[in-house]
């Protein structure tokens, strides 16, 4: 089943384009004279390039069911993969995507945790 942006995408795009251009231009005249070459992609064209489903850029929704220790999936939540030193720390873990850094500072707090336990024994 194709979704929207698949069957009307390619029509789409330009005038998204102007419409985003315009909107940026509003608050910051002259902002889009300067640019000099973009490139947008739309939801299938992420979905195409880096396989998430649907395109979606948070690899997995931001809903309360995907929060906490149901993120990535139950059981693997800790920042710790099912394969032995292999720590998780992108989008998919909790608190999720974004500019933040969280994800990858809790699961450097983890491999801390682990590398002093190690050194223990």
């Given at each position: 089943?194709?979704?929207?942006?698949?069957?009307?995408?390619?029509?789409?795009?330009?005038?998204?384009?102007?419409?985003m251009f315009d909107t940026i231009?509003?608050?910051?005249?002259?902002?889009?004279?300067?640019?000099?070459e973009s490139q947008v992609l739309?939801?299938?064209?992420?979905?195409?390039?880096?396989?998430?489903?649907?395109?979606?850029?948070?690899?997995?929704?931001?809903?309360?069911?995907?929060?906490f220790f149901q993120r990535p999936?139950?059981?693997?939540?800790?920042?710790?993969?099912?394969?032995?030193?292999?720590?998780?720390?992108?989008?998919?873990?909790?608190?999720?995507?974004?500019?933040?850094?969280?994800?990858?500072?809790?699961?450097?707090?983890?491999?801390?945790?682990?590398?002093?336990?190690?050194?223990?024994?």
């Amino acid at each position: 089943m194709k979704t929207r942006w698949q069957e009307s995408g390619r029509e789409e795009r330009p005038a998204f384009v102007e419409t985003m251009f315009d909107t940026i231009d509003g608050p910051a005249p002259g902002f889009s004279d300067g640019i000099i070459e973009s490139q947008v992609l739309l939801p299938h064209d992420i979905e195409r390039i880096i396989n998430t489903p649907e395109g979606h850029i948070f690899h997995g929704e931001l809903a309360l069911e995907q929060l906490f220790f149901q993120r990535p999936a139950p059981h693997y939540a800790d920042y710790r993969s099912p394969i032995d030193g292999l720590y998780q720390c992108g989008a998919s873990t909790h608190p999720g995507s974004g500019v933040s850094g969280i994800p990858g500072h809790n699961s450097a707090r983890e491999i801390l945790k682990d590398w002093k336990r190690l050194q223990r024994h």
